[in-house]
């Protein structure tokens, strides 16, 4: 009997750890609220997600693959904010297409689609998703071109392309099937170039990066719906500082703030970022004095993804560098997202990266294959490290700064992984991305210290006793949605207690209070 009692004893301990746990959420951990499930496979279909802010919904863009010979066929359906499907439309698509690029305005959504054998020729699909409406346009530009974004603004499509050895923008015009390559955008291939459909100020912005190979500048263009150059100004920096990228605000010019990172001599690295307020204007000899810089060492969070005694060693060798008058530059890329309005000013959130090469270190003779000490390299993707999160006053003030260190995430092409919301509060936010079946989540309170290790799996079912498993999960992202709310995607086997599966592509709601 003893040992009955201490068996069962020892049992509840052992069991008390996973019950705690299960129940023990942190307060600010996400719910997830709604779910869809098509029965779709990822070898045989493939779909595109567009979140609609404007009216809570959401529009997917499916494409089928057929069973056995022909084109794929391509459809419409709109979600409520419950997931439920509010209809469908099918989208027939001109044979020989292939679909590139979903962006939206408003209520509307833009589906472009490329010729497979001839770059030149586009064609539109425009869904009015309040009614359904769809209507379509072909063109012919002439030219060959590689698309890299696309943006809309007043039912015109802004399209960046590389044409030869440079980079400029198509204008497609839904109404009159009429197009244009802008002539006020014509820049070198390796030029950075940042892109902001302003519906408030009713503008393209654009901040082009110019450099000679040892300092850089950065130039604003705004360009009106039509495609006229409406403002073009340079921001650059008097000292050994060079500007090398940058975001700029929403808004009318009364309230202009640009935020980016700059560079110490060397043009491929960030040495930290800048801020500026624009409605400021330059001195006569050209000096902008409100350009604000903060050097990636003064920030309190960004070497968070460290160990404590990396970072101290990194820190110690910066301050005897500094108190010796000399530079101690850092090597840090940024992928810039654009700037969030907050009650105090702007968010911004930049994730750091760096290329990813893999070695061919053995070649092969008349004696078999031998070890090489510096073999070819070829490039294997990105890696990303951590993102960092930072407030600004509308003078280009920092206020504070956080970051989020990310788990393992690789990526061949360069693409925001960290989705951003703010909380219902307005103080905080919420960060989140999909690490396969996990949810990896952080929410940003100013400067406190918090968990960057905090996660929770993507649910199958959304009743608390549902004993359904998902074993894999592809092609999976999220999307920033409305209020507090992200929407989580991707194709998943689920299993089923009684081993019985199924494949699916789910869309699930992740609700931040």
């Known amino acids: 009997m003893k040992q009955t009692l201490l068996g069962l004893f020892l049992l509840l301990m052992g069991t008390l750890p996973l019950m705690s746990r299960a129940q023990t959420l942190p307060p600010d951990a996400p719910r997830q609220t709604n779910r869809l499930e098509l029965e779709l496979q990822a070898y045989s279909s493939d779909v595109q997600v567009l979140a609609i802010p404007e009216d809570s919904t959401v529009v997917l863009l499916v494409e089928r693959e057929p069973k056995f010979s022909g084109p794929s066929t391509y459809s419409f359906q709109k979600l409520n904010r419950e997931l439920q499907t509010s209809w469908v439309k ?29 770059s030149n020729k586009l064609w539109v699909a425009a869904l009015n998703s309040r009614t359904g409406e769809i209507r379509t346009t072909t063109y012919d530009t002439k030219l060959t071109h590689e698309i890299y974004g696309m943006k809309a603004l007043e039912g015109n499509l802004f399209v960046t392309v590389q044409i030869e050895q440079h980079l400029t923008v198509l204008l497609l015009s839904l109404r009159s099937g009429e197009f244009q390559f802008l002539p006020a955008v014509y820049e070198p291939l390796d030029s950075q170039l940042t892109f902001l459909a302003d519906s408030a100020a009713n503008q393209i912005k654009m901040v082009v990066t110019q450099t000679n190979g040892v300092k850089s500048r950065l130039q604003v263009k705004q360009i009106s719906p039509q495609g006229k150059l409406l403002h073009s100004e340079f921001v650059q920096a008097e000292s050994n500082r060079s500007l090398l990228t940058a975001q700029i605000s929403t808004g009318d010019s009364t309230d202009r703030l640009m935020a980016g990172t700059y560079t110490l001599r060397d043009t491929r690295y960030s040495q930290g970022l800048f801020a500026t307020d624009l409605t400021q204007g330059p001195t006569p000899t050209g000096s902008r004095p409100s350009l604000r810089f903060y050097d990636f060492l003064n920030l309190k969070h960004f070497f968070d993804f460290m160990s404590p005694n990396r970072e101290a060693r990194l820190r110690q060798r910066g301050a005897r560098r500094l108190a010796a008058d000399r530079e101690f530059r850092l090597h840090y890329r940024l992928l810039m997202h654009d700037l969030l309005p907050s009650p105090e000013g702007y968010v911004l959130v930049a994730e750091i990266y760096f290329p990813h090469y893999r070695y061919n270190n053995y070649s092969f003779g008349f004696m078999g294959p031998s070890r090489l000490m510096n073999g070819p390299r070829s490039f294997d993707g990105y890696r990303t490290t951590h993102a960092i999160i930072c407030g600004f006053d509308r003078r280009g003030n920092l206020l504070w700064d956080n970051t989020f260190v990310l788990k393992d995430v690789e990526s061949y092409g360069l693409e925001e992984t960290v989705r951003v919301r703010p909380m219902p509060d307005g103080r905080r936010f919420a960060l989140a991305y999909l690490d396969e079946n996990r949810i990896r989540y952080k929410v940003i309170d100013r400067t406190t210290p918090s968990s960057n290790d905090l996660h929770l799996p993507i649910q199958t079912a959304l009743t608390p006793d549902s004993k359904e498993k998902s074993t894999s999960a592809t092609q999976t992202g999220m999307q920033a949605w409305y209020g507090s709310r992200f929407l989580a995607f991707g194709y998943q086997h689920v299993r089923a207690p009684n081993w019985s599966g199924r494949d699916v592509f789910f869309i699930n709601t992740v609700d931040f209070n």
């Open 90 to 118: 099918p989208l027939p698509v001109p044979e020989r297409y292939y679909f590139s690029r979903l962006c939206g305005e408003g209520s509307m959504v833009y589906a472009l689609f490329k010729d497979d054998f001839l």
